[in-house]
């Protein structure tokens, strides 16, 4: 469904009623937001491959990030890599940015400065190649263009639709929307809160996936916290 078609099901769901074009791709963008945020979707899964490294890279060398649109998180255990262009790999996993001194010289790990959108790779560099980095992306904000639509299936644009128009009314009945739409308000802000506290818990949860600060050898073991349980 393009954004296009979108546009005139949303008001035909509203029963021919026309809202707004700015608050209505408001709505359906917060309620697409709603949905990817509920887990790592396949289709929302990326690999990056724009910045490599070389053996001059330290510590303190900032590789930028912000070059790469709409991204939400790291995604996976080790989620950059560093490959060779031929056989040889190199797994990095995340430590947090707070920590960020005591692993400046553990190799195989990185810390992520989410505010300057900057990535540090620790360690010593083992050989110069290109960064695979996995990660989760935000879906395009959606529009009225013919050209613009939804990466999930066609199939479940019109949940969009319908989500869309629930926010807006909370009812059928126009006289009493003002009435209905206070709690439906309230309600849809709270699962908006509740969605963007389970993506800040998986940004957390992913930097310390295999990080285990109580290790009696100063490393870590892989799994030392179950991201399924």
């Avoid at 056989?87 to 990095?92: D, L, T, W």
């Amino acid at each position: 469904m393009t954004g296009e078609v979108l546009d005139t099901f949303v008001d035909e769901v509203n029963g021919g009623a026309s809202i707004g074009s700015t608050l209505k791709f408001q709505l359906i963008n917060l309620y697409k937001a709603l949905i990817e945020q509920r887990r790592p979707w396949m289709v929302l899964r990326y690999t990056d491959t724009s910045k490599t490294v070389t053996t001059a890279s330290t510590w303190q060398t900032a590789i930028d990030l912000s070059t790469i649109a709409r991204l939400n998180r790291f995604y996976g255990g080790f989620p950059i890599r560093l490959f060779d262009g031929n056989n040889r790999i190199e797994r990095y996993r995340q430590v947090p940015i707070e920590e960020r001194l005591y692993h400046k010289d553990v190799p195989n790990t990185f810390c992520y400065d989410e505010a300057n959108k900057t990535l540090y790779l620790n360690g010593t560099v083992a050989f110069a190649g290109t960064l695979y980095i996995s990660h989760i992306k935000d879906s395009p904000d959606l529009t009225s263009d013919v050209s613009s639509s939804w990466v999930f299936p066609s199939w479940s644009h019109a949940l969009l639709g319908f989500g869309a128009v629930g926010i807006h009314k909370g009812g059928i009945d126009f006289d009493d929307i003002n009435a209905r739409m206070s709690p439906e308000n309230r309600a849809q802000a709270e699962q908006l809160f509740q969605m963007l506290e389970k993506q800040d818990d998986a940004k957390q949860l992913a930097s310390i996936e295999t990080y285990d600060p109580t290790g009696s050898d100063g490393g870590y073991r892989t799994g030392a916290i179950d991201m399924n349980g």
